[in-house]
């Protein structure tokens, strides 16, 4: 099987834009969950999706959303960006929401300048 | 919240030695899961090890094992025999039983000495 996806795999971007970050879980995997990964903060729970519903939070602002398509792919999306949100961002695909597995993709890495 | 604690932001380690990993939880609840990832330089992270907190053997796969100590929070990761190739950051996880969020620490960066 494949592993996740994520696209793109870097990304730069100016203050005030918009930025969206795909996730192609492993086939057949319908929980998605992303991270924010920053020096010093590990990783940072950002939210989990399963079924194409929102299904946990983390503490993180509005800017921060997501969704996840019938097919389990999941985009999230932040928006106006500002050079705190410059991170490594992590999507993690479990087969079940009950499941203790979770594979990591390989990150998307976004830069704000 | 439960919070992942990991004191050593740093360690070092001669090839071939042993070297152990410290991770510290908070938690009011019984049942949960404890997890060790490995994230090599511009990899991806990988499951190490995980620990079901009602089992009181403690996990084992290959050259890394865990001590997990319930009682005292604890949850430290060994690894024997150090490889060049076990040179990564390395994050302890939380999960309970009943949720399904990750709470990590902020990682130990490992360097294996030739």
């Known amino acids: 099987k494949a592993g996740v996806t994520q696209t793109p795999r870097y990304l730069i971007k100016t203050r005030g834009q918009q930025v969206t970050l795909s996730c192609s879980p492993i086939?057949?995997?319908?929980?998605v969950s992303w991270y924010q990964q920053t020096p010093g903060q590990g990783l940072q729970f950002l939210f989990e999706?399963?079924?194409?519903?929102?299904?946990n939070k983390g503490n993180f602002p509005g800017r921060f959303s997501g969704r996840q398509f019938s097919n389990s792919r999941s985009e999230m999306n932040v928006s106006t960006l500002e050079l705190g949100d410059s991170a490594l961002y992590l999507c993690?695909?479990?087969?079940?929401?009950?499941?203790?597995?979770?594979?990591f993709g390989p990150g998307t890495r976004l830069t704000v300048t | 919240a439960q919070t992942v604690t990991q004191s050593q932001p740093e360690m070092s380690v001669q090839e071939a030695e042993t070297v152990t990993l410290s991770c510290t939880y908070d938690?009011?609840?019984?049942?949960?899961?404890l997890f060790w990832y490995k994230q090599p330089p511009s990899r991806q992270m990988i499951l190490v090890i995980r620990?079901?907190?009602?089992?009181?053997q403690n996990a084992t796969e290959n050259r890394f094992s865990v001590n997990f100590q319930k009682a005292a929070k604890s949850f430290s990761l060994k690894i024997s025999d150090s490889q060049l190739g076990d040179a990564a950051m390395y994050f302890c996880?939380?999960?309970?039983?009943?949720?399904?969020?990750?709470?990590f620490g902020t990682g130990t960066s490992l360097t294996v000495i030739p």
């Open positions: 993690a695909s479990s087969p079940d929401r009950g499941s203790y597995e979770q594979y």
């Open positions: 086939s057949g995997h319908r929980s």
């Open positions: 999706y399963f079924s194409e519903t929102q299904r």
């Open positions: 938690t009011s609840e019984s049942d949960y899961y």
């Open positions: 620990q079901e907190a009602y089992k009181q």
């Open positions: 996880a939380y999960r309970s039983a009943g949720g399904n969020q990750f709470y």
